[in-house]
């Protein structure tokens, strides 16, 4: 199967806003007069609102949203883009793998047609030919224990929240698609952290691992000290 990304029309998901802010006064010479940074607060509650739904981590640093454990899990994704638009978002955990489409708007999951089998997804809208995604996976999931859900967002608006079971519990995928960018070796050894402390805090539940850290190479979760199996 090709899963080469210029067969893949996302731009028919892209969304369109009309600006009524006014033209901002410039001096003859082209040069916008008493321009000043304007605080996050000072925008528009929907500009605020876009701002914490696309990017979370910006509006964080710009103080819209405090830092929660609810939003502490949209720090850990991972952007994928195509041709400078969003196309989805992802993230990994001990045994699951975490896909996030921003959908358009006013679409309801009874129209969605959404296919997840042990190594490929597909998602889509019914009665369109073409599909938003139909790609290989980063990796095998268990596709009789792996679904997708409609939910609501932090700032407002609706997301696909598609979740994988992995097959190998505890095995980083490098990617949540095939030939789509591969996560980078610093995040990449952050992810491998992340997944030890869940492997320890699973094993030993009467412990909190969430602070620990490593020193020198992270070792592979899933083969470290005997390998992991499910539970």
Partial sequence: LDCNE??????????????????????????????????????????QDELVREHPEMAMKAGLIQQTKENKEY????????????????EQSLDEVNIYITPPPGVTADMFDIEIKSSHITVGIKG????????????????????????????GGKEIHITLTKMAKAVPWESALQGHQPLDPVTATEVRKDIMRERFQEEHPGFDFSGADFNGQVPDPSTFMGGVGYR
Avoid: I
């Fill in 6 to 47: 210029e067969m893949v029309d996302y731009s028919k998901w892209d969304k369109f806003q009309d600006s009524d802010d006014e033209e901002e006064e410039r001096s003859p010479g082209g040069q916008q007069q008493g321009a000043q940074a304007m605080p996050a607060s000072a925008l528009p509650k929907s500009a």
């Fill in 75 to 90: 720090k850990r994704r991972k952007q994928h883009y195509h041709n400078g638009q969003l196309v989805y978002e992802w």
């Fill in 128 to 155: 369109n030919t073409e599909k938003y995604l139909n790609h290989d996976l980063g990796g095998k999931c268990k596709h009789t224990e792996s679904y997708w859900t409609l939910e609501d967002v932090l700032g």
